[in-house]
């Protein structure tokens, strides 16, 4: 199971980015599919997730900010980053959960930085 982040960059405070992660390999029922970010010296902490019912669920810093979404026939779960802030910067993860097994999988991390 690979999973393949895309979409992080640099971006200028106030400014939108849009993430895209693309599970391929066994294919398996997915349940829940999720995001989460890690600052340099921080832990790595939820951004958002979205169930397989198609609720969401969101860090308290990203609220109203942050969207989570997710294409089933794509295999593949988004997260639209609007008014971001210097504190948003991070190395951003997605993962998944097998809905059967309960195993989770995570893809590298792709950097996103905010500038001032």
């Known amino acids: 199971v690979q999973l393949q982040a895309s979409g992080g960059g640099l971006v200028q405070a106030g400014g939108s980015l849009r993430l895209s992660c693309a599970v391929s390999?066994?294919?398996?029922?997915?349940?829940?599919m999720a995001w989460y970010r890690q600052a340099p010296g921080k832990e790595r902490d939820l951004v958002a997730r979205?169930?397989?019912?198609?609720?969401?669920d969101y860090g308290d810093s990203v609220k109203g900010r942050f969207a989570v979404a997710r294409d089933t026939a794509k295999r593949t779960v988004y997260l639209q980053m609007n008014s971001l802030n210097p504190e948003d910067t991070a190395v951003y993860y997605c993962?998944?959960?097998?809905?059967?097994?309960?195993?989770?999988?995570w893809g590298q991390g792709t950097l996103v930085t905010v500038s001032s």
């Open positions: 979205i169930f397989s019912s198609g609720n969401t």
């Open positions: 390999g066994n294919r398996f029922s997915i349940a829940t």
């Open positions: 993962t998944v959960r097998n809905g059967v097994t309960g195993d989770n999988y």
